[in-house]
């Protein structure tokens, strides 16, 4: 195993031309300060399931601008190849790969398009990988990082370092997350890291530990740490809520914190660095409708927002993005309730019945004993203070408590939700620094921005990472063995050739002697995917 590849410029394969692809290299290197269109360094912040009425409503909560208001730059079109309201994975395929895609697909090409003035011809590779901006970023040098409050395998950030043919294949996005050599990787999923959650009974920590990598599951571990390489797993699943954490997880970092530390990390790298930031639980409280969930991790989010803005006005070249995925829940700053009386409520009618609450519902309803006795108790947590005989009975009378609070909640301040799932309305895009995307965009124009910003372009990276193994094999025989089902290997002979490609993994190994790559090997729907880079290596081999 190898414990570092650093690449430095551009070094793969000779067949490997990525000169095409305008990367910095030699005397040709990229400053941003000469050239405004060009970034050293790109930060990507995504606040999942985020609609406009969600940040007006969290800077009333604040009672004070958000960090993000200074950089509002325009709007972004969300839908995906098949709807108009997309799910997290097409939608994080979208910002990384600059294409839309299906539900359930992450970093991979559509099986169909439906909406209109959307490619039809994505549609003729179906559940082709196609390279993210990460990998862009990495194979040009700069040092590379992916931060969550979600399991790390999520949607979103699987997008931006995995291909997958459906987003709950974690055990693949995983295993491909490890063998990325992504530098800093910080957020939950640490039950996918272990042999005994895994089907294919692997042990990712000790291959994380192998490469070189600092392993912390504290947040003190983790401010502490000098680790040039640094993989933080602070929960099993996902992480707590914000205003959850110094009462239930308080050894956990904030999104704040990961960011800033991802941040001073990787800005070490003399050739720069790219880094992906994922609020994810403002998404989780819109499908469940809790007001206070919504308005807890989009602050935590802004404050993330901050620290990355911090750094690049100080920095004078690094790009920041931050913008949602999607919005979720329909949420609105007045309701049924508010339909003849909304032009004379002030902004207290609004916020000052949040302000009791001290957790989010999923905190709150952490404290619930299992005879439900202290429902009232729990309820006052999630800010149901003094409540009438009406409001008390429905506590107390509750088959879903859940369902209740939140109502009874929304109902004090006024709020509404049309549904439990995501919508497909337009939504704000902030951005600041060299070759900032502005205006009115479609969610893949942000990738290519990115891509663009950094000095490739991601068609032609794409061709490069990414061929069909049989095509490009042709004349070899091709077999996979499946002695492990759960990890098949990409059998070529070719000559006296023997080449061995493990699927999810950087590694080919030739006549029984492993080499490295710079990209991961695919599979999908069936068929493996591997790199022109990949490709040469078994060539020289013959």
Not at 43 to 48: G, K, T
Not at 347 to 369: F, H, N, R
């Amino acid at each position: 195993m190898k414990v570092n590849k650093k690449i430095i410029g551009v070094t793969l394969a000779s067949s490997l031309t990525l000169s095409s692809l305008s990367f910095t290299t030699g005397n040709n290197k990229v400053e941003a300060k000469k050239d405004p269109e060009k970034a050293k360094n790109v930060i990507v912040l995504v606040m999942d399931g985020v609609s406009s009425s969600t940040t007006t409503l969290a800077r009333w909560y604040k009672g004070e601008p958000l960090a993000m208001d200074d950089i509002l730059t325009g709007g972004v079109r969300t839908y995906s190849a098949d709807s108009a309201i997309t799910d997290s994975a097409p939608a994080g395929t979208a910002l990384a790969t600059g294409n839309k895609s299906n539900d359930k697909f992450v970093g991979v090409l559509p099986e169909k398009v439906t909406t209109p003035g959307v490619d039809q011809s994505l549609a003729d590779n179906p559940y082709k990988p196609v390279a993210n901006v990460l990998e862009g970023a990495k194979i040009s040098g700069k040092a590379t990082g992916i931060v969550s409050t979600s399991e790390i395998q999520h949607a979103t950030p699987a997008a931006f370092s995995s291909h997958a043919e459906n987003r709950s294949n974690y055990d693949n996005i995983a295993e491909q997350q490890v063998y990325q050599d992504i530098d800093v990787v910080l957020g939950g999923g640490k039950n996918s890291l272990l042999p005994a959650n895994r089907k294919d009974g692997e042990n990712l920590l000790d291959t994380i530990e192998n490469r070189g990598y600092d392993f912390v599951e504290t947040r003190e571990e983790l401010l502490n740490s000098k680790s040039k390489k640094l993989w933080g797993s602070f929960a099993p699943s996902a992480m707590a809520y914000d205003m959850d954490r110094s009462q239930t997880k308080p050894e956990e970092p904030t999104l704040a914190e990961m960011t800033k530390k991802g941040i001073d990390t990787l800005s070490k790298d003399k050739d720069g660095f790219f880094l992906f930031v994922e609020g994810s639980k403002p998404d989780w409280a819109a499908h469940a409708n809790d007001t206070i969930g919504i308005i807890s991790d989009t602050l935590a989010f802004d404050d993330a927002v901050k620290e990355a803005l911090e750094f690049a006005k100080k920095d004078k070249n690094t790009m920041v993005i931050a913008v949602s995925d999607h919005g979720n829940s329909g949420i609105s700053i007045g309701n049924q309730n508010t339909s003849g009386s909304y032009s004379y409520m002030p902004v207290s009618a609004y916020i000052d019945p949040l302000k009791p609450a001290k957790m989010t519902l999923e905190g709150a309803l952490s404290q619930l004993k299992a005879d439900k006795s202290n429902a009232l108790e729990v309820a006052a947590l999630y800010g149901i203070v003094s409540p009438s005989a009406e409001e008390t009975k429905a506590i107390k009378e509750s088959s879903n408590l859940s369902k209740t609070l939140v109502q009874l909640l929304a109902t004090r301040a006024n709020i509404g939700f049309t549904t439990g799932g995501h919508t497909g309305e337009d939504l704000f895009m902030y951005s600041y620094g060299p070759g900032k995307p502005v205006g009115f965009v479609e969610n893949t124009d942000i990738a290519h921005s990115v891509a663009s910003a950094m000095g490739f372009d991601l068609k032609k990276l794409d061709s490069q990472l990414f061929m069909d193994a049989e095509e490009a094999f042709k004349g070899a025989s091709i077999s996979i063995d499946t002695t492990n089902k759960e990890n098949p290997v990409l059998v070529v002979k070719q000559g006296k050739t023997t080449a061995e490609f493990p699927v999810n993994k950087d590694i080919v190994i030739i006549n029984g002697k492993e080499k490295d790559l710079r990209s991961v090997t695919v599979q999908s729907n069936g068929k493996f995917y591997v790199s022109k880079e990949a490709i040469q290596t078994v060539k020289k081999g013959s």
